[in-house]
């Protein structure tokens, strides 16, 4: 699976739109970017995946570069709640296990 | 509906103990995975399941990790003669039988080795 380089941290004002950055210049074509988030003491929550196209769904909207070495995770109005680890993942079309990296820790301020 | 149910939430044992922790996986969902999450650290792969066979077990840390899913459903991870190093949040994930279906993980498990 590529590799995903993230920031380590970002802070974000509560209303605002948060936009989230991924690394992933040595994807391969057959391969997925994948989001999840991680709220303290619980378990990581799937956002959002794509291959090629933008995708939008009640959560958040993921764009991704013409030539797919990047990406973007925006959540359109964040609130509080939306305080968490993000982990952008890229995984292998059919393979199964998620090879997590460090995330971003995204903090909402009120 | 129900989501990951993992029990027990959290457990403490002695060094040298056997531990067993439980995962419900949502139900109709074939494939069942476990993570391990160290202090800091994002979660990283166990074994995999798909129905109640054992596909992926290389990131298993040793022969003292053991995991086991008998009918299909419910699975359970074993740790014999616990270390402390074995403390870690223990994660299991569940997703139905497309390879490329999200996976929906449960809160954990708090393991503490004393």
């Known amino acids: 699976d590529a590799k995903t380089t993230q920031p380590p941290s970002m802070d974000c004002a509560e209303g605002r739109a948060a936009n989230l950055p991924c690394n992933h210049s040595?994807?391969?074509?057959?391969?997925?970017v994948y989001w999840y988030r991680q709220i303290h003491s619980q378990g990581p929550q799937y956002i959002i995946h794509?291959?090629?196209n933008n995708e939008t769904n009640e959560m958040a909207s993921l764009i991704i570069t013409e030539d797919r070495k990047s990406s973007t995770l925006i959540l359109p109005h964040a609130t509080l709640r939306d305080t968490a680890v993000y982990y952008c993942?890229?995984?292998?079309?059919?393979?199964?296990?998620?090879?997590f990296g460090q995330g971003t820790r995204l903090t909402i301020n009120p | 509906g129900a989501g990951v149910s993992q029990s027990p939430r959290y457990k403490v044992a002695k060094r040298g103990q056997d531990v067993a922790l439980r995962c419900d996986p949502i139900?109709?969902?074939?494939?069942l995975f476990w993570y391990q999450q160290a202090l800091g650290q994002g979660p990283e792969f166990l074994t995999y399941?798909?129905?109640?066979?054992?596909?992926?077990k290389s990131g298993l840390p040793s022969d003292r990790f053991f995991a086991e899913r008998p009918e299909g459903s419910v699975s359970t991870l074993k740790i014999q003669r616990t270390q402390q190093e074995d403390s870690a949040v223990y994660l299991c994930?569940?997703?139905?039988?497309?390879?490329?279906?999200?996976?929906?993980f449960g809160d954990g498990t708090r393991l503490s080795i004393l």
């Open positions: 994930a569940s997703s139905l039988a497309d390879r490329d279906q999200p996976q929906h």
């Open positions: 040595t994807i391969s074509g057959n391969e997925y």
């Open positions: 794509g291959l090629k």
């Open positions: 993942i890229v995984k292998i079309q059919g393979a199964q296990k998620l090879v």
């Open positions: 139900s109709g969902h074939v494939s």
């Open positions: 399941f798909q129905n109640e066979a054992q596909l992926d």
